[in-house]
């Protein structure tokens, strides 16, 4: 079947104007999550989504970062305003459920660069 | 903030040989999983040890868990030139969902 799919798979943007990324998941898969990565680092969690409600936002780096997810399906994370140091890979991942040591398939991620 | 730390940063050996990386963590764990990652695109899931786990195998994996030392080790045997990729470890803590990542090792394998 399909893995997770994000789209773009790159955006280039100039500083201050908005953009949006977008994660499918996998189907049945009730967990979804958000990370980021700056180039050569580790990946950095922004939020996670059980269902359509985000239990933690704690990881979003400011409130210039929002993240929804409707059907409980797609994913859609914005980045309003964007500065220089929003350039990164963002990942998405999902899983079967939460807590019960499931694997988290990752999609290929959306480069973005902001310039 | 980044629980895991691998080591070394970066590795190289000749094809066949064996690698072998470490990671260190700081809280305790409910498992801990190793991705791999090539081009610095999607990861890919090797292998999940459970905190009551000491060792797994996987193919040409093999990964150690020692949680009194909060340490793991990812060891590939008969290195390929396919096995070139950035290696991370990333635990999951008890009543927590999200994976805590390391900043990876780069593994070159050369033919």
Same mark, same amino acid.
């Given at each position: ?11 280039? @943007? ?11 998941p996998i189907s049945g898969h009730t ?18 989504? +059980? ?24 994913? @859609? ?6 500065q220089q140091e929003d350039s990164a ?17 990752? $999609?290929?991620?959306?480069?973005? @660069?902001?310039? | ?7 070394? +940063? ?15 963590? &700081? ?5 801990? +999983? ?5 081009? $610095? ?12 786990? *000491? ?13 009194? &030392?909060k340490s793991s080790s990812l060891l590939?045997?008969?290195? *390929? ?16 969902? &999200? ?6 090792? @780069? ?5």
């Open positions: 079947g399909a893995g997770v799919s994000q789209s773009p798979s790159n955006k280039v @943007t100039e500083k201050g104007k908005d953009v949006e990324l977008r994660c499918d967990a979804l999550y958000w990370y980021r990565q700056s180039l050569g680092q580790g990946l950095e969690f922004l939020i996670y989504f +059980q269902g359509n409600s985000a239990p933690d936002k704690s990881g979003l780096p400011s409130d210039r970062f929002s993240a929804e997810r409707t059907g409980g399906s797609v994913s @859609t994370l914005t980045i309003q305003r964007t890979v963002y990942l998405c991942a999902s899983s079967f459920a939460t807590g019960t040591s499931d694997e988290q398939y990752f $999609g290929p991620g959306t480069r973005l @660069t902001v310039t | 903030s980044q629980q895991g730390e691998e080591d070394p +940063q970066a590795l190289s050996i000749q094809e066949g040989e064996n690698a072998t990386m470490n990671c260190s963590y &700081k809280t305790s764990i409910n498992n801990l +999983q190793w991705y791999r990652q090539n081009s $610095g695109r999607g990861l890919v899931h090797l292998i999940l040890i459970r905190s009551n786990e *000491r060792e797994k195998h996987s193919g040409r994996l093999r990964v150690t868990l020692d949680t009194s &030392k590939i045997t008969a290195s *390929r030139a396919a096995d070139t990729a950035s290696y991370f470890c990333a635990t999951e803590s008890y009543n927590d969902y &999200k994976l805590s990542f390391g900043a990876g090792t @780069t593994v070159t394998v050369r033919a």
